[in-house]
Every structure is written in C-alpha cells, then in structure tokens.
C-alpha cells in the first residue's frame, strides 16, 4: 500500500495547492476564460468535483451507475453555482474520494469509462486530471505552472498509454519500444523503456507532462524525439480518456 498512500498524499498536495490558487479569487476571477474554449476557472473546478464524485462512486457502490459522460453539460451546471458553494463541493469530494481509494481492498478493480482500474491507478489518474486542470487555470490567471516531483505519476501514465494515444488516433500501436528519460525538478532523471531502445524522447519532465496532458502544442517545448516512433509519438501523446484531443489542450 506504500505506492498508493504516496499518490494519495501526491493528489492531496496537488488539491490543496490548486485550491490555494482559486480561494481568494472574486466573481470576476472564477468567471475568467481558461484556454479550454467555452471554459472559465468555475468550469475546471466544477469538472475536477464532478469527475471526484463519479470516482467516489466507483470506489464505494459494489453496483455502480457511473453518471453521464457529459463532461460539458457537467461542468456547465457545477459553474452555475456560487463560487462558494462550488470550492466546498470540490472539498468534500476530493476529500471523500482519498478516504474512499485508500480502504480499497488490493487487487480490487473499480468500474470507469474504460477499462477497470485499480485505487492506485485511479489515484494516477484522478493526480493526472488536478494538475492538467491546474495548468487551464493558472494559464487564465497568468501565473506560473509549479513543478514538483508530483510529476512523476503524470509522466508515468504519460508514458504507458502510448498505445491507447494511437489508438486514439486511429493508428495502429507500435510494436518498438521508446526509451524515456526526462529531467525532474529535483535534478534526478527519470527513465523508462529499454536503454538500448532507437527510439527515444528526452527533456524536462515538466515539457513532457505538459505534451501528454496536451497543454501545450509540441513546438513550444524542449522536447526531443529521436526515431520515427517516438517522433509520431509526440505528434498524438495523449494521457487522458476520451476523444482525441486538439492539440495544444484536451
């Protein structure tokens, strides 16, 4: 369970610093447009609430109904609310959904969108969905992306869901392998895939998260792709479920 209460205390810590962003912003600074068209900051907080709660209920119902993938019509409804009224659901379900995940029994696999997953993979995924959604709101109030080492996690599902990524696109998965090393905050560099691998992505952990998460298109990054796998990789890397993205956000 090590690995799971490390996400969670990660996920945890990405909630709060996230939450410290948006508590003290006015009517006006909820309602500002965030890159996702159609989208202001009330939007992405009422998407990460709404996305929490169906989380919860897969963790927590044997039988679970998961709610309606309108994630537009969802986040729509949530943003009409106060401002107020809006950060104290998202509190009390993300809090709900870290008690939840963490009695999750080992080996237990919990119903989604797409294949079931484990508590620590929806613990990755849910850390995945409060960063990328932070970046939207940061990017709409013009302040900095902070990069810590909770980006390990979102590099990770970066890189294991290559193949879902040309799926998405309707390519055929690669059978090559790519070697992965990118440089964290800390300094230390993180690596995956076959050292002797020819195909190989390199840069800062931050760059590749960003690409992954489709913040930001590839040409603004420091990013480098040697061989034509991981090249056409950078092309469609897409960490989260659902439609392909457009490019620079999905």
Avoid: I, N
């Avoid at 996690?153 to 998405?168: I, K, S």
């Avoid at 309707?170 to 905050?185: H, I, N, Q, S």
């Avoid at 952990?205 to 061989?227: E, I, K």
């Amino acid at each position: 369970m090590a690995l799971l209460d490390g996400l969670l205390a990660d996920l945890a810590a990405e909630g709060e610093a996230l939450d410290a962003v948006v508590a003290g912003l006015d009517d006006a600074g909820w309602a500002t447009p965030t890159p996702a068209a159609g989208w202001t900051v009330a939007h992405q907080v009422a998407h990460l609430a709404w996305t929490d709660e169906a989380s919860l209920v897969a963790a927590t119902d044997p039988d679970p109904v998961l709610p309606d993938l309108s994630v537009d019509a969802a986040a729509a409804d949530g943003a009409a609310v106060s401002p107020a009224e809006l950060l104290a659901r998202w509190r009390t379900s993300r809090t709900a959904l870290a008690q939840a995940l963490a009695a999750v029994p080992a080996g237990a696999k919990l119903p989604w969108y797409g294949p079931p997953m484990g508590a620590a993979s929806m613990a990755t995924a849910r850390l995945m969905e409060t960063w990328a959604h932070g970046v939207d709101v940061r990017d709409a109030l013009d302040l900095p992306v902070p990069a810590t080492d909770r980006l390990r996690p979102v590099a990770h599902l970066g890189v294991v869901t290559r193949g879902f990524a040309f799926g998405q696109h309707g390519l055929p998965a690669p059978a090559e392998d790519v070697r992965v090393e990118l440089t964290a905050p800390s300094g230390e560099v993180w690596a995956w895939g076959d050292p002797a691998a020819a195909d190989r992505v390199t840069g800062p952990a931050l760059d590749f998260c960003l690409r992954v998460t489709q913040r930001r298109p590839r040409s603004a990054l420091a990013l480098t792709a040697t061989g034509p796998v991981a090249d056409r990789w950078l092309d469609v890397a897409q960490a989260f479920a659902g439609r392909p993205g457009a490019g620079s956000h999905g």
